[in-house]
């Protein structure tokens, strides 16, 4: 890091606005014992670029996101408490159509700072930790961007590279090393000098230090999603092994506290070191004093959740503990805002925690009356120019479209906003094969695409791109991640394989149920692939069990031969093992394009020009093996919806209620799955 002074003192006044504290310090003086003080943790997590209160796909606000309104909880937090420490968890430069112009389109220069990096600093970030996600552009954006200078193959030597501007606090990783060093790629940890007002044993307040150590870890499974930047240059290291090495140090080095900064959500299965979600073996890590997780998008602590992973052993979902670890998740896109705000008592040696006194909370941008927090001006005022440019940039014509391409019924049908990108990708990978694999021209090509917008976020959170003009912030709507095209060979029972995990996607339905039955899962939407082609045709049979869903699966007519070979176009984190499709670890992959999904989407519209339901967003390769139940099977999209689904020939669908109760501003769906 070598931010320049005048960043960092422009930040400082910048962050004065949101009542920042700018200016840690070592103080080193004795500290009597019996000295109290209190310090809470403030934790972002998975912003993914969402500076602005602001939906780039639909060019419209949306209060429902943003940093300008998590600017305005850290605000009410450091006016609430003295001391505050605010740390990010990552999976911060990706995630909006911001940080792919400034990655990909109009590249930062070496002398600018990253604008999600730069509202950062103007709010007085201490430090951060590093994301899957934060891979997805390549290790040489991801050193220019932080401001690291990283060694490894295929980079110029670190003292041949120069030090850009990245953010203005430390972010720090230690599951992640490099294979030409063997050495972190980050720093793993550091020890943060925390002045902080406390109260000595005679009452009067006093200026102490609290030494707060940060360590950071990503999921391992970064080797898989973005094998194509970081094969044979970087490897990962356990997170519980990268943990037992690195905290005795900081401890060693007078760490009073040790904050795990842990991309990973909470899974407490035989430990692996390369498992996903980590966090909860970190938990039993000695010398943990707390955790900020993230990756999940979910909220912990939250007493009423549902969700698998809080409602495990030894995870206390009220008070917000993980193997009695205080712990806590921060949602996502700056929607919550994390706190852990400890009472802390000196003893002649170091600070104790008084653990009967921790509070952990994740505190929400939407308010009890279902209105938001006001914005902080400040962060808009910081990247308006990169916010204009960006916006320019999405309004770029591409092509038409005839009707309104949406995934609100995507989960049960409606191929419209699915079987353009399959045409894309198939068109491109074909034309590939044909000029450069001979030995594999013979084979059908097909591809597979996934529903990427599919409620999870809300009535909001949906593909949707209007009748009429398109621009590259429909094609960005229509394919939402920076993936590249890549082709698998496979065979037709991969296929059979590839549909029967994407079939998990709906739970499993009793037809003598007379009560209402959920028909959609957990399983996320994006791992929900499917083909939309009129050459291969199947049906998933929701009354079966997981891996004995798909049924009457045809290749032009024909029952498809399990040995019989084909190219299917999909994207990297697929192919490379993403989602865990059997048989999909990386092995299989003939063409590892450089191209990215959206890209080859938006060339192919250019050159087709005009978009119709007729050639590009009719042909449904699937549907729901026919059977009656006894009482409603029900699903949730957004309100009013229902002639999207009659415009696209979905039979069957009626609008039950039109608010769910979730407060997701969905409505409640029933489906017949006997027409």
Known sequence: MNPSRFDLTTSCLIASLLLAGCGSSDNTAAVPAGTRTTLALLETTDLHTNVMSYDYFKLAEDKALGFERTATLIAQARQEFPNT??????????????????????????????????????????????????????????????????????MAEPAAQPTCKGPSFPLVLANVNSVKSAQPLFQPYSIISKTVTATDPDGKPVSSTVKIGIIGFTPPAIMSWDKRWLDGKVYTVGVKEA??????????????????????????????????????????????????????????????????????????????????????????????????????????????????????????????????????????????????????????PVGSTDFEMSSYFADVGDPGAIELVNQAQADYAAKYVAANLPQYASLPVLSVSAPFKSGFAGGSDYTDVAQGNMAINNAADLYLYPNTVYAVKVSG??????????????????????????????????????????????????????????????????????????????????ASGGGSFPGLDGSKTIYASPDTNRDVLIQYIKTIKTVTRAANGSDRSWQFTKVTTAGPVVFHSAPGKLPLAQAAGLAGITQLQADDGTGKSLALYAIDLSR
Request: proline content about 4%; charged content about 15%.
């Open 85 to 154: 420490l605010l740390l990010d968890n990552g999976d911060t430069i990706q995630g909006t159509a911001l940080s792919d112009y400034q990655a990909t389109i109009n590249p930062l220069a070496c002398d600018q700072t990253l604008a999600m990096y730069k509202v950062m600093n103007a709010a007085g970030y201490e430090g951060g930790g590093i994301g899957n996600h934060e891979f997805n552009y390549g290790l040489p954006f991801l050193s220019q961007v932080t401001g690291n200078r990283f060694d490894v193959s295929g």
């Open 243 to 396: 943990a037992e090495k690195y905290i005795p140090e900081m401890r060693a080095k007078g760490a009073d506290l040790v904050v795990v900064i842990s991309h990973g959500g909470l899974d407490d299965s035989a430990y692996s070191p390369t498992m996903e979600n980590g966090s909860y073996h970190l938990s039993r890590v000695a010398g943990v004093d707390a955790m900020l997780i993230g990756h999940s998008h979910q909220i912990f602590p939250n007493a009423t959740s549902t969700v698998a992973q809080f409602n495990l052993p030894g995870v206390d979902k009220t008070a917000g503990t993980v193997n009695g670890v205080p712990t806590v998740m921060a949602n996502y896109w700056g929607k919550h805002l994390g706190v852990i705000k400890f009472d802390l008592t000196h003893d002649g040696k170091s600070w104790v925690i008084d653990k009967s006194k921790t509070v952990v909370q994740a505190r929400s941008a939407q308010n009890a009356d279902k209105t938001y927090v006001a914005i902080a001006p400040a962060i808009a005022a910081a990247i308006a120019s990169e916010h204009q440019a960006t916006i320019a940039y999405v309004k770029t």
């Open 493 to 574: 029972a991969d296929i059979r394989n590839w549909l029967e995990t994407a079939a998990k996607r709906f739970n499993q339905i009793n037809p003598a149920l007379t009560t209402q039955q959920e028909l959609i899962g957990s399983f996320p939407g994006y791992n929900f692939d499917m083909f939309t082609s009129p050459d291969i045709r199947y049906e998933i049979d929701v009354t079966q069990p997981v891996g004995s869903r798909i049924v009457n699966l045809k290749y032009k007519g024909a029952s498809i031969d399990p040995a019989k070979e084909f190219i299917v176009a999909t994207n990297n984190y697929r």
